[in-house]
Protein backbone atom coordinates (compact mmCIF):
# COMPACT_ATOMS: atom_id res chain seq x y z
CA UNK A 1 0.00 0.00 0.00
CA UNK A 2 1.24 3.80 -0.61
CA UNK A 3 0.76 6.93 1.07
CA UNK A 4 -0.28 7.64 4.63
CA UNK A 5 -4.17 6.73 4.59
CA UNK A 6 -5.40 3.87 6.71
CA UNK A 7 -7.06 0.94 4.55
CA UNK A 8 -10.72 2.14 5.65
CA UNK A 9 -9.63 5.62 4.76
CA UNK A 10 -8.55 4.31 1.73
CA UNK A 11 -11.62 1.95 1.15
CA UNK A 12 -14.03 4.86 1.61
CA UNK A 13 -12.13 7.03 -0.76
CA UNK A 14 -12.78 4.61 -3.57
CA UNK A 15 -16.21 3.36 -2.84
CA UNK A 16 -17.23 7.10 -2.72
CA UNK A 17 -15.15 7.51 -6.02
CA UNK A 18 -16.79 5.01 -7.96
CA UNK A 19 -20.39 5.57 -6.62
CA UNK A 20 -19.88 8.73 -8.41
CA UNK A 21 -18.46 8.13 -11.42
CA UNK A 22 -21.09 5.86 -12.90
CA UNK A 23 -19.50 5.93 -16.68
CA UNK A 24 -16.99 3.07 -17.08
CA UNK A 25 -13.21 3.84 -18.35
CA UNK A 26 -14.45 3.36 -22.45
CA UNK A 27 -17.51 5.41 -22.30
CA UNK A 28 -15.81 8.08 -20.19
CA UNK A 29 -12.91 8.13 -23.17
CA UNK A 30 -15.27 7.85 -26.17
CA UNK A 31 -17.51 11.21 -24.53
CA UNK A 32 -14.00 12.73 -23.65
CA UNK A 33 -13.39 12.63 -27.80
CA UNK A 34 -16.75 14.47 -28.41
CA UNK A 35 -16.74 18.32 -29.61
CA UNK A 36 -19.69 18.68 -26.50
CA UNK A 37 -17.27 17.23 -24.00
CA UNK A 38 -14.67 19.95 -25.34
CA UNK A 39 -17.45 22.78 -25.37
CA UNK A 40 -17.85 23.26 -21.12
CA UNK A 41 -15.42 24.42 -18.72
CA UNK A 42 -13.26 26.38 -17.40
CA UNK A 43 -9.90 27.10 -19.77
CA UNK A 44 -7.33 29.21 -20.62
CA UNK A 45 -7.35 28.42 -24.16
CA UNK A 46 -6.33 24.79 -23.73
CA UNK A 47 -7.73 22.11 -22.07
CA UNK A 48 -10.12 22.68 -19.59
CA UNK A 49 -9.79 21.56 -16.19
CA UNK A 50 -12.77 19.13 -16.23
CA UNK A 51 -11.71 17.86 -19.64
CA UNK A 52 -8.42 17.00 -17.83
CA UNK A 53 -9.82 15.89 -14.71
CA UNK A 54 -11.78 13.00 -17.15
CA UNK A 55 -8.67 12.04 -18.60
CA UNK A 56 -7.38 11.38 -15.07
CA UNK A 57 -10.36 9.88 -14.09
CA UNK A 58 -10.05 6.98 -16.57
CA UNK A 59 -6.08 6.51 -15.88
CA UNK A 60 -8.05 6.14 -11.98
CA UNK A 61 -10.46 3.68 -13.19
CA UNK A 62 -7.92 1.38 -14.79
CA UNK A 63 -5.09 1.91 -11.60
CA UNK A 64 -5.68 -1.49 -9.64
CA UNK A 65 -6.57 -0.23 -5.97
CA UNK A 66 -3.68 -1.19 -4.13
CA UNK A 67 -1.35 1.06 -6.25
CA UNK A 68 -3.85 3.87 -5.59
CA UNK A 69 -1.23 6.99 -4.59
CA UNK A 70 -2.39 9.79 -2.07
CA UNK A 71 -2.30 12.25 -5.21
CA UNK A 72 -4.84 9.86 -6.66
CA UNK A 73 -6.68 9.76 -3.55
CA UNK A 74 -6.97 13.50 -3.31
CA UNK A 75 -8.70 13.87 -7.08
CA UNK A 76 -10.92 11.22 -6.26
CA UNK A 77 -12.15 12.75 -3.27
CA UNK A 78 -12.28 16.11 -5.61
CA UNK A 79 -14.63 14.40 -8.07
CA UNK A 80 -16.89 13.15 -5.28
CA UNK A 81 -17.02 16.46 -4.20
CA UNK A 82 -17.56 17.94 -7.76
CA UNK A 83 -20.37 15.22 -8.60
CA UNK A 84 -22.01 15.82 -5.42
CA UNK A 85 -22.33 19.45 -5.71
CA UNK A 86 -22.80 19.50 -9.38
CA UNK A 87 -25.59 17.12 -8.97
CA UNK A 88 -27.53 19.77 -6.65
CA UNK A 89 -27.50 22.49 -8.99
CA UNK A 90 -29.31 20.51 -11.50
CA UNK A 91 -31.59 22.80 -13.83
CA UNK A 92 -35.33 22.67 -14.78
CA UNK A 93 -36.44 20.99 -17.60
CA UNK A 94 -34.69 17.92 -20.48
CA UNK A 95 -30.73 18.07 -19.04
CA UNK A 96 -30.08 15.97 -22.03
CA UNK A 97 -27.98 18.27 -24.27
CA UNK A 98 -27.31 20.87 -21.97
CA UNK A 99 -23.95 22.17 -20.92
CA UNK A 100 -24.59 20.73 -17.12
CA UNK A 101 -25.01 17.12 -18.02
CA UNK A 102 -21.67 17.36 -20.19
CA UNK A 103 -19.59 18.92 -17.44
CA UNK A 104 -20.79 16.32 -15.09
CA UNK A 105 -20.38 13.65 -17.78
CA UNK A 106 -16.51 14.97 -17.81
CA UNK A 107 -16.09 13.94 -14.29
CA UNK A 108 -17.10 10.42 -15.06
CA UNK A 109 -21.16 11.33 -13.91
CA UNK A 110 -23.80 10.82 -16.61
CA UNK A 111 -26.96 11.75 -14.59
CA UNK A 112 -29.04 10.11 -16.83
CA UNK A 113 -27.70 6.74 -15.98
Not at 31 to 45: F, H, I, P, R, Y
Not at 62 to 69: A, F, G, R, S, Y
Not at 98 to 113: E, F
Amino acid sequence: MTGKHQPAERAETVDAFHEAVNMTAGRLEKWLATDESKSVGQSDGGESVGHASGRRIVKLLHTNKTDLTDADLAHMRKVVGYVHRHVEQRPDGDTTDTPWRYSLMNGGHDPKN
